[in-house]
């Protein structure tokens, strides 16, 4: 795919997180200007409720277009289930170069992981970065996701995604 007129994605979720603590929605929120200057050359959502109060039902939800009841995912320790439909599968057939980033909670079975093309993943669930039920699977990387300085803690891994013509990104 080398169609121009397709974006590239950089899907931000953060979790317990509400919107008026960020100055750009809020006169009272910090700075972040990292984020400020993202929004401004992109979109912004002003209006948006999670689908629910947990972390894994709401980010799989989201990539799934469905509420947790129909997909069976109501808590934290039910991942997406396998062989669900969702939105990295239809992204990876659709062209993009696929990315997943920090924080995962959502996918964990080695078909859904092998749709990412590059994988940096945080945990802080007791287990290594890159782990599938206990066995390291890695990250994942290519040249277009470079970190910025040395790593020292999950807090300060910082990524940078650099531009490629050849086709789009999406990140989530």
Known sequence: MNDKSTPNVLFIMADQMKASILKMYSEIGIDAPGLERLAAEGVRFEHAITPHPLCVPARTSMMTGRYPHSTGCRRNETLMPENEQHAFRIWKEKGFVTGLIGKNHCFIEPSDLNLFDVRC????????????????????????????????????????????????????
């Open 121 to 172: 993943e945080i945990s802080h669930g007791g287990l290594p970065q890159g782990t599938y039920k206990g066995e390291n699977v890695g990250n994942t990387g290519m040249e277009w996701v470079v970190p910025e300085k040395d790593i020292n803690t999950a807090h300060e891994d910082r990524v940078t995604l650099r531009s490629n013509a050849q086709s789009p990104r999406i990140a989530y």
